[in-house]
């Protein structure tokens, strides 16, 4: 019987390209999260702004909807930094926030639907990456 390189406890403990989606995951939730701290600011700097209409705000008004989406922002771009370190801590709150950044666009599609499906779909492939190769970081 051959060997193998498999650890029972943790599955394969050789690393593959696919690390590089981590590490491109990471990189773009960075990037989604700069997105939608501009889209934020200049929600609260102009209430004019968008697309169709302002009384489409899903929080009241487009300055708190700005507001808002600064925060997640925010917090979007601190998990993506702490991803790159591939601890599992970080890849799970990573999961989370990407999925509270999609439905947090999603909530706001008619007040910058073409910002707010570039996001969506950035979280879906940060999901994505995350879920399939994530425990491959921690080799790394």
């Known amino acids: 019987m051959a060997a193998t390189n ?3 406890t943790h599955g394969a403990t050789e690393v593959t390209r696919w ?3 981590i590490a491109f ?3 773009i939730m960075m990037l989604s999260g700069a997105l939608s701290l501009i889209t934020g600011f200049f929600a ?3 209430n004019n702004w968008t697309v169709w209409n302002n009384s489409g705000a899903p929080f009241g008004t487009t300055y708190w909807w700005g507001w808002w989406t600064m925060l997640v922002g925010v917090v979007v771009i601190a998990i ?3 991803l790159m370190r591939g601890s599992m801590f970080a890849r799970t709150v990573a999961v989370f926030v990407a999925a509270g950044s999609l439905l947090s666009q999603f909530i706001s599609l008619n007040v910058a639907p073409f910002w707010s ?3 969506i779909a950035i979280d ?3 999901i994505w ?3 399939m190769h994530g425990r491959e970081m921690r080799v790394r």
């Open 44 to 46: 609260v700097i102009n």
């Open 129 to 131: 990456a995350i879920m």
């Open 117 to 119: 499906l570039t996001i």
């Open 6 to 8: 498999i650890d029972t």
């Open 124 to 126: 879906l492939v940060i």
């Open 19 to 21: 690390t590089g989606w």
């Open 80 to 82: 993506g930094g702490a």
């Open 25 to 27: 995951a990471a990189f």
